[in-house]
Nanobody, 123 residues
Framework: QVQLVESGGGLAQPGGSLRLSCAAS????????MSWVRQAPGKGLEWVSD????????DYADSVKGRFTISRDNAKNTLYLQMNSLNPEDTALYYC????????????????WGQGTQVTVSS
């Protein structure tokens, strides 16, 4: 059974940074592409970023491009999301997920996801 556990969320000021981590277990992490998605209160799922299984290809939503960086350490079975220049619109519950397809826009596009970590950007 695949388990994904996110951590690293919290309160950040506008312009600040946070680094999210996602620890994976129960599967062969290095075989699969991974994603970060988020859901703001009262809104639908928003795809944030994808990374290939080897980490050599990345993709970002326009809303985070140039500010967020996805990475992974396959030796540690861990996925990361470095978030810089945060703004209040980034406030959401952030999930790591194993996608069925790239740029998935709803939960059906993902096979596994974690419990999420809350990111709040406010002064």
């Amino acid at each position: 059974q695949v388990q994904l556990v996110e951590s690293g969320g919290g309160l950040a000021q506008p312009g600040g940074s946070l680094r999210l981590s996602c620890a994976a277990s129960g599967g062969t992490f290095s075989r699969y592409d991974m994603s970060w998605v988020r859901q703001a209160p009262g809104k639908g799922l928003e795809w944030v970023s994808d990374i290939s299984n080897g980490g050599d290809r990345t993709d970002y939503a326009d809303s985070v491009k140039g500010r967020f960086t996805i990475s992974r350490d396959n030796a540690k079975n861990t996925l990361y999301l470095q978030m810089n220049s945060l703004n209040p619109e980034d406030t959401a519950l952030y999930y790591c997920a194993r996608p069925k397809r790239s740029r998935g826009s709803n939960w059906l596009d993902y096979r596994y996801w974690g419990q999420g970590t809350q990111v709040t950007v406010s002064s």
